[in-house]
């Protein structure tokens, strides 16, 4: 199955740019997370990059010898090679990873399971995409374990070019390890001051620190040697 190449992901290109600064303590904590630490002469994927942003960054703390990113919004690819400057990764617009088998020793993907309305393909793919012994790090914070999911899903879906799925933590672990990965997992508990809005989109100051310290989590998934 095939999806239709979008513009942007985000109804909205302006929330784009928002997201890069959102994400950033999402990408600083699963950098800090992985127990890969030197990714010297190593390959790394992005599933669902939009502009680069998680690339980037791991580049600077853990320099890789390629990268490749994916999403099927052709507008953000477009930026995000734009702004790959000396970083050894490129970006395309794709929504599967045909002809990748075998390829990558590590895997990644940051807020993007929640958008994918097959998971058991999708960890297959992954899987497939991966060396023996590669691992696919997914961090994920829209699902039905979220306590503020319902409201947060009604406020999403209007601002999503792409049908919003509802998954429960319980669904990604069914499906990776049903693709043959061995599944770990732990919440981000992020150590660093998080933005706080004062639209109440996330819930308030109580539920925004549970957020970021017990319900965002980040899966591990090894593809056994
Ligand atoms: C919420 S955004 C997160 C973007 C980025 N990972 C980050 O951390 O900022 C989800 C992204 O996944 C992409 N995406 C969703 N489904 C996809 C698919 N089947 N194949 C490739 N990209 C996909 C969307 O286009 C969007 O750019």
């Given at each position: 199955?095939?999806?239709?190449?979008l513009?942007?992901?985000?109804?909205?290109p302006?929330?784009?740019?928002?997201?890069?600064?959102?994400?950033g303590?999402?990408?600083?904590?699963?950098?800090?997370l992985?127990?890969?630490?030197?990714?010297f002469g190593?390959?790394?994927?992005?599933?669902g990059?939009?502009?680069?942003g998680l690339?980037?960054?791991?580049?600077h703390?853990?320099?890789?010898?390629?990268?490749l990113?994916?999403?099927l919004a052709a507008?953000?690819v477009?930026?995000?090679?734009?702004?790959?400057?000396?970083v050894?990764?490129r970006?395309?617009?794709?929504?599967?990873?045909?002809?990748?088998?075998?390829?990558?020793?590590?895997?990644?993907?940051q807020?993007?399971?929640?958008?994918l309305?097959?998971?058991?393909r999708h960890?297959?793919?992954?899987?497939?995409?991966?060396k023996?012994?590669?691992?696919y790090y997914?961090g994920i914070?829209?699902h039905t374990?979220n306590p503020e999911?319902?409201?947060?899903r009604?406020?999403?879906e209007?601002?999503?070019?792409?049908p919003?799925?509802?998954?429960?933590?319980?669904d990604?672990?069914?499906?990776?390890?049903g693709?043959?990965f061995?599944?770990?997992?732990?919440q981000y508990r992020?150590d660093e001051?998080?933005?706080?809005?004062?639209?109440g989109?996330m819930?308030?100051?109580?539920?925004?620190l549970h957020?970021y310290?017990?319900?965002?989590?980040?899966f591990?998934?090894?593809?056994q040697?």
């Amino acid at each position: 199955m095939s999806i239709t190449p979008l513009k942007t992901w985000a109804t909205d290109p302006a929330e784009e740019d928002a997201m890069n600064h959102e994400h950033g303590p999402f990408w600083r904590r699963m950098i800090a997370l992985m127990v890969e630490r030197d990714l010297f002469g190593k390959s790394v994927l992005d599933f669902g990059c939009s502009q680069g942003g998680l690339l980037r960054l791991l580049y600077h703390s853990h320099s890789y010898a390629e990268a490749l990113g994916v999403d099927l919004a052709a507008d953000s690819v477009a930026r995000a090679n734009a702004l790959a400057g000396p970083v050894p990764a490129r970006f395309e617009v794709r929504d599967n990873l045909a002809g990748l088998e075998g390829r990558f020793d590590v895997a990644l993907s940051q807020e993007v399971l929640y958008l994918l309305p097959d998971l058991d393909r999708h960890a297959r793919e992954i899987h497939a995409c991966l060396k023996p012994g590669g691992v696919y790090y997914a961090g994920i914070g829209c699902h039905t374990d979220n306590p503020e999911w319902p409201r947060w899903r009604a406020l999403i879906e209007p601002r999503s070019n792409l049908p919003v799925q509802s998954y429960s933590l319980d669904d990604f672990n069914r499906a990776f390890a049903g693709a043959g990965f061995k599944v770990y997992a732990q919440q981000y508990r992020i150590d660093e001051f998080v933005p706080l809005s004062d639209d109440g989109v996330m819930g308030g100051v109580a539920a925004t620190l549970h957020y970021y310290d017990a319900v965002k989590t980040l899966f591990r998934c090894i593809k056994q040697a």
